[in-house]
Structures are given as C-alpha cells and as structure tokens.
C-alpha cells in the first residue's frame, strides 16, 4: 500500500512542473556543479512524460539513474507481455530497484489515448527576471552599460509532429536583449530535421557532447552516455550548441545523421594577426571589453554519423569536421581546423555491458572502454579505463575523467554498488589516473587517486540518511629549493551527512558538510523546509545556511531550492550565512514562483571579487509560466 502512496506523492509532483524532490536529491548528491540548462529535457520530460507503451530503448537511455540492463528489462517485458496496462507493472520487472521506480515514476506515463491530431499544438511562455539589490561599483563607474537586471523570455510550441521556438535574453549589465536563440524540430515516419539551434552529442563524449551527463558519483551506472545524437537548444545557454542544420533517417537497423552548422562565437583576438587566443563561454557583454570579444570568431562544423543496432548490439562510425576563420590557441598548439573520425560500441549479454569510444584527430587520440557487469541481484559492478593523448584538443567533449578537459590524462575507475538489505546501500569507488604532462596542479607530469564510500540508509517510509566520505590525493608544484622546483601532496578530504524527512506536507532536509584542504578546514551546515499542501495551488520553501571555508579552494559546493527550471548549486567560502525562500503558485494553466535570497558574511570576504560594498548580497528571481 505504501508503494501505491508514494507513486500518487510523485504524481502531486509531477503536477507542480517541477524537478521532483528525489531527483533533485540524486542530482546535487553528484559531489559536481550540474549545469542547470541542461536539466530542461527533464523537464520537457515532465510536461510530456515519456510513453513506455511506445518509447524506444535509446529514449530510456537519457535517464542516469537508469543502467544499460534496466533500460533493456523495460523494452523486454513490453515485447515478452505486451503493452503496459498501468505503471505498477514496474514493480514485476525484477531489475528494477524501488529507489529506481521512485525516480522513473515522474518522467513516464501508461497512454492508451487516441494519439493528438497533427496540427494540436500546446504553447508556452516562460517569463524570467533577477537582479541583485546591491549597488555595484561597476554600474556606478559606468563599466557595465545595461542595468542589474537579468531577463528572459521563453516561447515553444509543441505538436505530435513538430517543436519549435524562440529565446531571447539579458544578462546583467548589458544593454539590450543581448542573445536570441530559435529552433525547429520536424518528425515524419522514420525522418528527422532540426533546424536552427541544436545539440550535437556523440558517442561516450570523447569528441562532442552537448546533453546533460554526469561525472564521477556513487550512482555507478552514471558512466554509460547515451544521448540522441540530436536535440534542439532549448535553454538560455549561450555556449555548447551548434546553428545550422541537422538530418536523421532511419530504416531498418540503421540510422544515418547528417550535419551542418556555422555559428559566431565570443573570443580574444588579434585582427592583424588573425588569431584567437582564446574562446569565451561567458556569454556576457556587460562592458565595451566584452563587447569588443562579441561574434569575433567564425566556427563551422560539418559532419555525419551512421549507426547500426540489433537489439543488445550497436555500432557507430562518424566523422567531424571543424573549422574557425582565425587561427586558434590551444594549448602549445595553433589550429585552424580539426578532423576526427570516431568509432564507439555497445554490446550487453546477460547481465553484463560493455561499450566504449575511439576517436583520432589530427594525428592523436583518445580511447575509452567500460564494462558495467549486474554481479547479483544486488551487486552492481562498473570499471572503465581512459586515455587522451596531451595534444587531444576537443572543445564540446565531456569525457569521463578527472579533468574538465578530455585531454592528458590516463586513468582507471572502479565502482561498487551494493543493496545490502531493503534499508542499507553501499556505494564506493577508486579511481587511479596519471596526468603525462603539464596539467594546472604541476608543470611536470603527475600521479592521483580518488576514492569514495556513501552509505544510504532508509530509517523508515519517510527518512532517509546519506552518510558520504571522498578522499583525494593529486602531487602539485611547490615553492622551489635551491632553485630546483619541488613536487608535493594536495591533498583533500570531503564529508557528508544529510538527513531527509518527510511528515505530513512538510519535508525536511538537515545536510553537514565538512572539507579538509591540506591545512584549510572548511564546514557548512544546513536546514531546508518545504511546505506543500495537499490540493492547494502553492508551495513554500525555506533554506537557512551557515558557512566557514578559509578560501576560495576549500569551497563547498551545496544545492539550493530554485525557482521552475532553474537547478542551482553554488559554491560558499569565506565565514557567513544565507538565507532563502521560495514562493510557487499555481493558478490553472499559469505558474508563477518567486525567490528571496541573502548572503551575510561576518568576514572581509569579498562580494563578487570586490564589486559589492559591504557585508551582504541580496538576490530576487521571479519566474513566470503561461501555457496556452
């Protein structure tokens, strides 16, 4: 009975349009800073769940808490039993787990309806404003030459045959709507175009990828990437997609993808010696500086993909051309052009899956293969061994390793879950790597290794605790001797422990973090109150937060409640306090949220590097959703 409560709990959620409550769990529990804009497809997945009556293998693939062989279990219970009459069928698929269920319940759906008629389109406007209400020196010395509001405004239409829509956005500072985005995506029978603004992502990210994905985290199956290889820029994001044209075309076992984009970005160069130093990510033009770095770099990509897949098995084999009108910096390198051509593969059997990629660009390389192996019923087993070559250069890559950049690094990572009862999970994992050149720890190369241990422990129906240990030893350049540079240990304890509570329409969440940084010691404790009422309209959260971290390197990154597409994780360091709430409302088919946030430091710790005079940094957002 109590499964049957908590599936209406996740419904209730999924009412609200916004990222449920354990998947925002699982999500900041990732120990990385998740990029917010690439959490709309969760919820793009929420306005339209999936269909497990009619979803392929790859759609069900997008879920990192989903594994290879639970995503296969899906598709052969469908094809064993015919179409799923109710979502509770989940529960006969043995291999999934309860806690997995829980997190897939919000995203899919059992639908028996008539489909839509093509030309039944569903709009959206999304509305957003934010601004600090300090005054920075910036804006008095008229540096910035816009006002402190940041604004977006958001238009899509979906149908059962197309998804369109258009973006416009202002950072804070700048002066006008400073960055527009439009996309198309066409569906008919088995042919796709998107035209536009889209996303590229390939194989396991060695080369480009775009798409929402994860690191290293105690959720083992999160190694495997599975991403369509399209999908249309929907976010505010100004950076990681690409501008032109993209085609798919399936038949048979086969899928052929065809691509062209051109598309200016922001970079430092050098006109008389058409040279780009560097590429800007930013997306800001608050000042003429920055202005003057605006659309200085011409990026052209051309390529194409061709895939097989039968069942347990597939294949890809893809080619990528890249092109800039300058010449580009990178590294101790200076390129005008790329070519890779890349392989990856995917073969499960039983309960075991291996897969892996292998690109070669101008004249290196980078490999990666992984084998995620169900030992037993309650065992889960992932290894997966990278190397990149010191003079692989892929820009959009997301690789899995240690570093941000796919490149100059050897490793091998080995992971372990285990179910030990209905209430205790144990999770942990090395990882051994090997920087072969200069990497920002060292000038010379250099050794490291990571480990991690999480315990989970589900006191009752309605608490949780997750107790987390992360240990990391990397060897870092130190001040030199005797005119000898000397090599010594960085090394970096992290500590967690959060309490989860569920009581009537209140939840609870109590989180400590502890950081040890050589000789910095750094904590932060918090307390969340979410208030949602059953069958009322609005919910109300509040966050109040205490930090201390000596410095900027013993930051601790913490999740904190936002407004509707919006996943925030900001970093904390100095001594302080924050405090913040957040108003939601529904009203029929219009939701509007509003956020209260303040910083209070009891420190000289300097508010954004020096810009904000005194000892606080006051925010407010406000978000509004209008579907037509």
Known sequence: MWRVLFILFSFQSLYAQELPSLFQDYISNQELSVDDQQLEVFYSLLEHPLDLNNCRLQELHQF?????????????????????????ELQAIEALKLKTIRLLLPFVTVSKAIPLKKSNYKHQLRFYLQRSLEQEKEYVNGEYLGNPFKSYAIYSARSKVANYGLITEKDAGEKYLDFITMYANLKHKNNRLFVGDYQLSLGQGLLCYQSFTLGKSAWVSSTFKNSPIFRSHTSTREYGFLRGIAYQKHWNNWQLSLLVSSRKQDANSIDSLALATSIKVTGLHRGISEYEDKRQL??????????????????SLYGLAQNWDKSLVLGQDTLSQLLALGWDYSLSYKNTHLFGECVWQNNSWAFL????????????????YRNYSSDYYALDSKGFGEQSSTRNERGLYSALSLDINRQWTLSLYADFYRFPQANFYSQVPSLGQDYLLQLMYKVSKTSSLIARGQWENKTKDDKEHYGLPLISKRQQHKYLLQWTYDWDNYRFKSRVNWNHLENERAYLLAQEMHYRPVNKAWSLSFRYLIFDSPSFASRIYAYEPDVMHSFYIPFHYGEGQRISTVFKYKFRSLTFNLKLAQTLYYDNTPIKSGSVEGNTLTEIKLALKWVL
């Open 64 to 88: 990192p808490f989903l594994n290879f062989q639970q995503a296969n279990a899906i598709i052969k219970y469908r094809r064993d039993k015919g179409q799923f009459s109710s979502l509770y």
């Open 298 to 315: 011409l990026h052209q990509h051309l390529g194409a993909s061709i895939n097989y897949k039968k069942r347990l098995f597939s294949s």
């Open 369 to 384: 293969s992984a084998l995620n192996s169900q030992l037993s019923s309650n065992v889960l087993f992932s290894t997966l």
